[in-house]
Nanobody, 129 residues
Framework: QVQLVESGGGLVQAGGSLRLSCAAS????????MAWFRQAPGKEREFVAA????????YYADSVKGRFAISRDDAKNTLYLQMNNLKPEDTAVYYC??????????????????????WGQGTQVTVSS
């Protein structure tokens, strides 16, 4: 059983920054593909970013490229999402996710929510205009 706990969400003005964290409860965290997804009210959950084993590959949704950065600290079993130049359309609940069965995914598979085994409870990000 893997527990994922997100933190760092909040209210920020457009153009501002936030850093989300996702703490994992297991020491095998370094072996997992990790990702961030988000879900806005009335919309489906969508892919934001993913990171493979040892950060060899990173993938981003087109809507966040150049503004968001995903990273991991395997010594702390923690995943991060640095979000800069935030826009009102970034408002959503942000979830981290773990695939414990593989160390690597290609870009297409990395964006598929159904391919992840464990999810956090989510953290709210609200961007005001």
């Amino acid at each position: 059983q893997v527990q994922l706990v997100e933190s760092g969400g909040g209210l920020v003005q457009a153009g501002g920054s936030l850093r989300l964290s996702c703490a994992a409860s297991v020491n095998t965290f370094s072996n997992y593909v990790m990702a961030w997804f988000r879900q806005a009210p009335g919309k489906e959950r969508e892919f934001v970013a993913a990171l493979t084993w040892r950060s060899i590959n990173t993938y981003y949704a087109d809507s966040v490229k150049g503004r968001f950065a995903i990273s991991r600290d395997d010594a702390k079993n923690t995943l991060y999402l640095q979000m800069n130049n935030l826009k009102p359309e970034d408002t959503a609940v942000y979830y981290c996710a773990a695939d414990i069965h593989t160390r690597w995914k290609n870009a297409q598979v990395a964006g598929m929510a159904g391919d992840y085994d464990y999810w956090g409870q989510g953290t709210q990000v609200t961007v005001s205009s």
